[in-house]
């Protein structure tokens, strides 16, 4: 099974212009629906390394002994992986044995969890630490706030959630405007779509799981095959969320959806006789979900069931051949809650957004209803 985390990417070169056309790049290149209107001004952020923090949140208590020692440590301008072998290397031990919940961007302040597995061994010296460098001129460092023992590995997507602090600059648009929207999204949410992160440069990972999914291309690597996949199984999600936005009905129950409990992966089938789930939809207590493609798992019935059916009917090939791959099927909120959600404008061309996202989403996802990105 795939386990569903925050940007995912492998990136690559554009195709080459004799590339056979993709079906799920010509849906990934079509913009997906806004659910409250048009972006209502432009910025940039990701100036600096500062502009985009990131604090995860792990969401269980430690032992504090055990064969694992867990890392609370704040990288900047390194990615998640180039962090794993710097840990490796200074522990003396295989990158295999170092273990994180979520992947992070690179070009930011991220604060995240991380375990290396030392059975018998005492905890390394990190004063041996160093940091590598790319060439570029980026400030990279890792900083290790505290370190504990814990009896279990850290595994991948077990953490709670992430804080956010966001600095938009260069910030064009009218305040009023900007905030009303902000007000909007505080109470209501915005769609759950898988962000750009996840399918690689220029759609590359849509491509190429498409290509293995059809047979006509091969990929040795486990690990880049789980990727891929995990694009084509995003794009189907973003797909069916879209036209429930355009439906009208991404935060509304849908006879035969199969609804999430807020704060759980619990679901379960409402089939219209519950009592109040309009209300509870509505209360953001319940969620409509989406599909993450594969075999088996609970479906939506009747009027629900039907939507998707005819939502992913040109993409019924690629959705049998997830399914012959052996993932499972799971379901995802189209609803994201955007918790705590503030904001201070620094001036009239910078505002600082600050709120929590659950584990698996997108902070991009919410920026898109508020602003267009620029680079």
Same mark, same amino acid.
């Given at each position: 099974?795939?386990?569903?985390?925050?940007?995912?990417?492998?990136?690559?070169? %554009?195709?080459?212009?004799?590339?056979?056309?993709?079906?799920?790049?010509?849906? %990934?290149?079509?913009?997906? @629906?806004?659910?409250?209107?048009?972006?209502?001004?432009?910025?940039?952020?990701?100036?600096?390394?500062?502009?985009?923090?990131?604090?995860?949140?792990?969401? %269980?208590?430690?032992?504090?002994?055990?064969?694992?020692?867990?890392?609370?440590?704040?990288?900047?301008?390194?990615? !998640?992986?180039?962090?794993?072998?710097?840990?490796? *290397?200074?522990?003396?031990? $295989?990158?295999?044995?170092?273990? %994180?919940?979520?992947?992070?961007?690179?070009? @930011?302040?991220?604060?995240?969890?991380?375990?290396? +597995?030392?059975?018998?061994?005492?905890?390394?010296?990190?004063?041996?630490?160093?940091?590598?460098?790319?060439?570029? /001129?980026?400030?990279?460092?890792?900083?290790?706030?505290?370190?504990? &023992?814990?009896?279990?590995?850290? &595994? #991948?997507?077990?953490?709670?959630?992430?804080?956010?602090?966001?600095?938009?600059?260069?910030?064009?648009?009218? #305040?009023?405007?900007?905030?009303?929207?902000?007000?909007?999204?505080?109470? *209501?949410?915005?769609?759950?779509?898988?962000?750009?992160?996840?399918?690689?440069?220029?759609?590359?990972?849509?491509?190429?799981?498409?290509?293995?999914? *059809?047979?006509? =291309?091969?990929?040795?690597?486990? +690990?880049?095959?789980?990727?891929?996949?995990?694009?084509?199984?995003?794009?189907?999600?973003? +797909?069916?969320?879209?036209?429930?936005?355009?439906?009208?009905?991404?935060?509304?129950?849908?006879?035969?959806?199969?609804?999430?409990?807020?704060?759980?992966?619990?679901?379960?089938?409402?089939?219209?006789?519950?009592?109040?789930?309009?209300?509870?939809?509505?209360?953001?207590?319940?969620? $409509? !979900?989406?599909?993450?493609?594969?075999?088996?798992?609970?479906?939506? =019935?009747?009027?629900?069931?039907?939507?998707? /059916?005819?939502?992913?009917?040109?993409?019924?090939?690629?959705? !049998?051949?997830? =399914?012959?791959?052996?993932?499972?099927?799971? &379901?995802?909120?189209?609803?994201?809650?955007?918790?705590?959600?503030?904001?201070?404008?620094?001036?009239?061309?910078?505002?600082?957004?600050?709120?929590?996202?659950?584990?698996?989403?997108?902070? !991009?996802?919410?920026?898109? =209803?508020?602003?267009?990105?620029?680079?």
């Amino acid at each position: 099974m795939i386990t569903e985390n925050e940007d995912l990417q492998i990136n690559h070169p %554009y195709p080459e212009r004799q590339t056979l056309p993709s079906s799920l790049l010509n849906i %990934y290149q079509a913009d997906f @629906a806004y659910a409250h209107g048009q972006p209502v001004g432009s910025g940039k952020i990701k100036s600096q390394a500062a502009d985009f923090r990131v604090d995860e949140v792990l969401g %269980y208590e430690l032992s504090h002994q055990g064969e694992h020692l867990y890392l609370d440590l704040r990288k900047q301008n390194l990615t !998640t992986d180039e962090v794993v072998s710097t840990l490796a *290397k200074a522990a003396g031990v $295989p990158a295999k044995l170092v273990s %994180y919940s979520g992947l992070k961007d690179k070009l @930011a302040v991220t604060r995240q969890w991380f375990s290396i +597995h030392l059975p018998g061994q005492a905890d390394p010296d990190w004063s041996m630490l160093k940091v590598p460098g790319d060439g570029s /001129q980026l400030d990279a460092s890792i900083e290790i706030i505290k370190q504990i &023992r814990h009896d279990k590995k850290l &595994r #991948r997507g077990v953490h709670q959630a992430n804080n956010f602090v966001i600095r938009i600059n260069a910030l064009d648009a009218d #305040r009023d405007d900007f905030d009303a929207r902000l007000q909007i999204i505080k109470e *209501k949410g915005v769609p759950n779509y898988f962000g750009p992160q996840r399918f690689g440069y220029g759609g590359q990972n849509l491509l190429h799981g498409e290509r293995i999914l *059809k047979g006509t =291309e091969r990929c040795r690597s486990r +690990h880049k095959k789980g990727l891929y996949f995990s694009a084509v199984r995003s794009l189907l999600f973003n +797909h069916v969320l879209s036209r429930r936005v355009k439906d009208a009905s991404w935060d509304q129950y849908k006879e035969g959806d199969v609804l999430m409990l807020d704060g759980s992966h619990s679901v379960f089938v409402a089939r219209g006789d519950e009592p109040g789930l309009d209300e509870r939809v509505m209360c953001q207590s319940l969620h $409509p !979900t989406g599909p993450l493609w594969g075999e088996k798992g609970l479906r939506p =019935e009747s009027e629900s069931g039907i939507f998707e /059916q005819q939502s992913l009917a040109a993409l019924a090939e690629v959705c !049998t051949a997830l =399914e012959k791959n052996g993932l499972a099927y799971q &379901r995802r909120s189209l609803r994201l809650k955007v918790s705590d959600l503030s904001w201070k404008h620094l001036n009239r061309q910078a505002v600082e957004l600050s709120f929590s996202l659950p584990a698996g989403c997108f902070a !991009t996802v919410v920026l898109r =209803e508020i602003v267009k990105l620029v680079d």
